[in-house]
T-cell receptor, first 112, second 112 residues
Framework: NAGVTQTPKFRVLKTGQSMTLLCAQDMNHEYMYWYRQDPGMGLRLIHYSVGEGTTAKGEVPDGYNVSRLKKQNFLLGLESAAPSQTSVYFC???????????FGSGTQLSVL | TQLLEQSPQFLSIQEGENLTVYCNSSSVFSSLQWYRQEPGEGPVLLVTVVTGGEVKKLKRLTFQFGDARKDSSLHITAAQPGDTGLYLCAGAPTSGTYKYIFGTGTRLKVLA
């Protein structure tokens, strides 16, 4: 049982390039999330989804887009990367309510 | 925007000492979770507290949810090197438990 899998684990982009981060979960969870983690700022919510075909903005959505075409996958896109998007990105999922979040192991992204 | 402030931001202590980490907000949360994160990994849930005034114990860790559900604390008794990590609190707004807001984090180092 893999849980939450993120790909890639590391990526270096040049300013203006685009890329997609993939998150896949095999637990049949309804809710999926994308967070970014920066030093001294904890985890900040970028976008989230409460079910297949639905997405919503979190605290810091600007510069990112997401899609949830299949229940098990949640994609995070950067259309035109900026140095301010250098961060560690975490995907998480949960079944419902107060249940715990299951996290992937993160993607370290550097934008030069 | 609901914010969760954690204190202290950094803590370095000797093995066997006791410590308390605080998670404070001006907003009310329907529930609060504590996570621990180790380098290169995603956060892992330690506990969920739901009721104001609730106290939960997990071996040497004691978690308390404030009476007004605006704050929480984590107390570690006789800290061990294995407790080293980043501790994060996460609150679910009263408007819905599908979206968790994370605190700024407390980085703990326990020296042998």
């Amino acid at each position: 049982n893999a849980g939450v899998t993120q790909t890639p684990k590391f990526r270096v982009l040049k300013t203006g390039q685009s890329m997609t981060l993939l998150c896949a979960q095999d637990m049949n969870h309804e809710y999926m999330y994308w967070y970014r983690q920066d030093p001294g700022m904890g985890l900040r919510l970028i976008h989230y989804s409460v079910g297949e075909g639905t997405t919503a903005k979190g605290e810091v959505p600007d510069g990112y887009n997401v899609s949830r075409l299949k229940k098990q996958n949640f994609l995070l896109g950067l259309e035109s990367a900026a140095p301010s998007q250098t961060s560690v990105y975490f995907c998480a999922s949960k079944r419902n309510g107060n249940e715990k979040l299951f996290f992937g192991s993160g993607t370290q992204l550097s934008v030069l | 925007t609901q914010l969760l402030e954690q204190s202290p931001q950094f803590l370095s202590i000797q093995e066997g000492e006791n410590l308390t980490v605080y998670c404070n907000s001006s907003s009310v949360f329907s529930s609060l979770q504590w996570y621990r994160q180790e380098p290169g990994e995603g956060p892992v849930l330690l506990v969920t507290v739901v009721t104001g005034g609730e106290v939960k114990k997990l071996k040497r860790l004691t978690f308390q949810f404030g009476d007004a559900r605006k704050d929480s604390s984590l107390h570690i008794t006789a800290a061990q090197p294995g407790d080293t990590g980043l501790y994060l609190c996460a609150g679910a707004p009263t408007s819905g438990t599908y979206k968790y807001i994370f605190g700024t984090g407390t980085r703990l180092k326990v020296l042998a």
